[in-house]
């Protein structure tokens, strides 16, 4: 009985043991199935499907139209050296249009064509050939180094290449520059100049040799800021000869090293300096000018005035160096009665932006007679940049003579019309300037009405309607148009209606003429005969 007891724990054992075994065996083949299948996917995702996986040492692009649809590692290692923006297609025609001046249009026919051959000219004793061909619609482009494809340590010859012809370009670049480029570190040191830094600085620091780290030949800024917005710090820099150099420098920081930019601004700062001593001498100008003078921007906001108008308009200064808008001047001066009293306030400063139009427009032009017996002249003129100008005069003392002028003439035409003789006045061009009521009776006419039609071949054709024929009026106006001394002469005329007239013609100052006509009693026996000029003669 205890034996088979013993058979039965044995067997039980073994069948455990067994199972464990099984379920082992499971768990492994699972396990390797699983990193089997991550092992394949990951496979795959490095490996992607290219058309150019059996040869991957040529630069080849497969474009559909601009479309990049396929490349090899070499071309797209040359696209990721290329430092331009924008599409692969636009990039890669930028780097190679240099090298291959037809390239475009020779592309343009490639549907006619079929398929080109290009060999750049050798730069750097390496030469560059380019093909592409048409397939099926799609644009293959292979470009060659006849030299060799592959860099050492697989490096990619045309990315290279690209690289190469940049770094090329930046070191001619920074060569030629007129700026002043240089790289500081932390403390201070140039660790690295440009040629025209180089040269400046030999021409400065002549006592000292040029060692590096490179001594700086800048000292403490002018300005912090130029005249713009968007400047660096302006430097003056003494030159060796006595002159002057200025530079307006800008600073970028790449960690803790600065780069530095000197352009050069010579031309700029004689153009202020210019600028600077003609605005003093026209603002001393125009201080010592009669005419006040307000300018206003394009906001309409006093930018500036000088003297006189603050003397004209009675305004504060204080008031005016404010800054106050056009209408706020004009009301001020209104309230000192600077400004003709309008009846309507409304209509007034509606005429007021009609004037800020007109002058706006340059056509703004009035006398003013104010309240307090001044007349002003105001003129608005238009200033570049939407900028207005006023400019007030005072014309009283001129108004004076004026309205003086006119009485006289006036006091002079009333007693020339108390005269008998009929008399007109020509100027030296033959000008009618003035006639009487004498002159309108006899001759049926008055040319004062229109004067500035009035001359003395219309008018002498006038005498000659109405008179025999004669000489007189062809001597006439050959003596009105002499120069030089002249004397009076007289001559007798007949009218269409039988009187006599007696006619005397005086030179006046000025070399204005004066004709008189005087009808003759007929009971009188005739005085005179006519004879021209200075050869009149008494009868």
């Not at 590692?73 to 331009?84: S, W």
């Not at 030949?217 to 968007?230: Q, S």
């Not at 710090?233 to 960690?255: N, Q």
């Not at 300037?433 to 309108?440: F, L």
Request: aromatic residues 8%; glycine residues 6%.
């Amino acid at each position: 009985m205890p034996s088979f007891d013993l058979d039965n724990n044995e067997e039980a054992g073994v069948t455990w043991v067994l199972q464990i075994e099984l379920v082992f065996l499971a768990l492994a083949t699972a396990g390797a199935a699983l990193v089997a299948m991550i092992w394949l996917e990951r496979r795959q995702r490095r490996a992607p499907v290219s058309v150019f996986a059996e040869d991957t040492s040529a630069t080849v692009f497969l474009f559909d139209g601009e479309t990049l649809i396929d490349s090899t590692p070499g071309a797209r290692a040359l696209l990721a050296a290329i430092p331009a923006q924008g599409t692969p297609w636009a990039r890669l025609m930028g780097w190679l249009t240099p090298h291959f001046a037809e390239l475009e249009p020779r592309l343009l026919r490639l549907a006619l064509d079929g398929a080109l051959t290009m060999t750049a000219a050798p730069a750097n004793g390496q030469a560059l050939h380019l093909q592409a061909e048409l397939r099926g619609g799609l644009t293959r482009v292979v470009l060659t180094d006849p030299s060799h494809q592959i860099a050492p340590g697989g490096q990619d010859m045309m990315a290279m290449r690209a690289m190469e012809e940049e770094i090329a370009l930046l070191r001619e670049t920074a060569a030629r520059s007129s700026a002043l480029i240089w790289k500081e570190r932390a403390n201070g040191d140039v660790i690295w100049a440009n040629n025209a830094y180089m040269l400046r600085a030999a021409e400065v620091l002549t006592n000292q040799d040029l060692t590096w780290p490179l001594p700086h030949i800048f000292g403490e800024p002018v300005v912090t800021r130029g005249p713009t917005k968007g400047e660096g710090k302006r430097y003056r820099l003494g030159l060796a000869d006595g002159d002057e150099a200025w530079y307006d420098v800008v600073t970028t920081e790449s960690g803790e090293e600065k780069l530095h930019f000197a352009t050069p601004i010579d031309l700029l700062v004689q153009a202020e300096t210019a600028l600077r001593d003609f605005m003093v001498t026209l603002t001393k100008t125009i201080a010592n000018l009669h005419v006040g003078l307000a300018i206003f921007d394009k906001h309409r906001l006093l930018l500036s005035f000088n003297s006189a108008f603050v003397d004209l308009t009675g305004l504060p200064a204080d008031f005016l160096t404010m800054r106050p808008s056009l209408l706020s001047v004009l009301d001020g001066m209104r309230d000192r009665n600077m400004i003709p009293e309008p009846k309507d306030y409304r209509n007034w400063r509606r005429q007021l932006m009609e004037m800020e139009r007109a002058a706006a427009s340059g056509l703004y032009e009035e006398t003013w007679s104010l309240p307090g017996g001044q007349t002003y002249r105001v003129i608005g003129r238009p200033h570049p940049n939407g900028a207005l100008a006023l400019m007030f005069e005072d014309i009283s003392s001129e108004m004076i003579r004026t309205r003086r002028f006119r009485a006289d003439l006036e006091i002079g035409q009333s007693v020339l019309d108390q005269v008998k003789e009929a008399i007109a006045v020509f100027t030296s061009a033959g000008q009618l300037v003035m006639s009487n009521e004498a002159y309108a009776e006899l001759w049926g006419v008055n040319p004062a009405a229109n004067l500035a039609e009035a001359t003395l071949r219309s008018v002498s054709n006038t005498w000659r309607e109405r008179c025999s024929p004669t000489q007189v009026w062809s001597d006439l106006e050959d003596f009105a148009a002499q120069t030089g001394a002249r004397s009076a002469w007289n001559a007798d005329l007949r009218l269409l209606d039988g009187r006599m007239v007696e006619a005397r013609f005086v030179p006046l100052a000025g070399g204005a003429t004066m004709t008189g006509y005087r009808l003759r009693d007929a009971a009188a026996a005739p005085k005179a005969v006519f004879m021209k000029g200075a050869e009149l003669k008494r009868a």
